[in-house]
């Protein structure tokens, strides 16, 4: 399974985004799709995730303000963010797991502006 993110770019600070994440295979085959973000000098972290049952997860820096929701029909996970911050800028990438198994997407990059 390949996974291809998008979505990213340049917003102010108090904005919005919707990043993408488009699987070549069936998402329904995963336990769980996972958004993770690494800033410079960090190390990934886990931003959100989202189960076959369509329970979601967040990570305390971005609870009320992340979504995330897969459409299993067009096979995609999306992250909606809302009211960034300057910290919020990152690499997100996504993945998808499932036991045995982990894939991960190549990256689209994130900037806040203050």
């Known amino acids: 399974v390949q996974l291809q993110a998008s979505g990213g770019g340049l917003v102010q600070a108090g904005g919005s985004l919707r990043l993408s994440c488009a699987a070549s295979?069936?998402?329904?085959?995963?336990?769980?799709m996972r958004w993770y973000r690494q800033a410079p000098g960090n190390q990934r972290e886990l931003v959100a995730v989202v189960t076959r049952g369509g329970v979601t997860n967040f990570a305390d820096s971005v609870k009320g303000r992340f979504t995330i929701s897969r459409d299993n029909a067009k096979n995609t996970v999306y992250l909606q963010m809302s009211s960034l911050k300057p910290e919020d800028t990152a690499v997100y990438y996504c993945a998808a797991f499932r036991v045995g198994s982990t894939f991960w997407g190549q990256g689209t990059q994130v900037t806040v502006s203050s």
């Open positions: 295979g069936n998402i329904f085959s995963f336990d769980t």
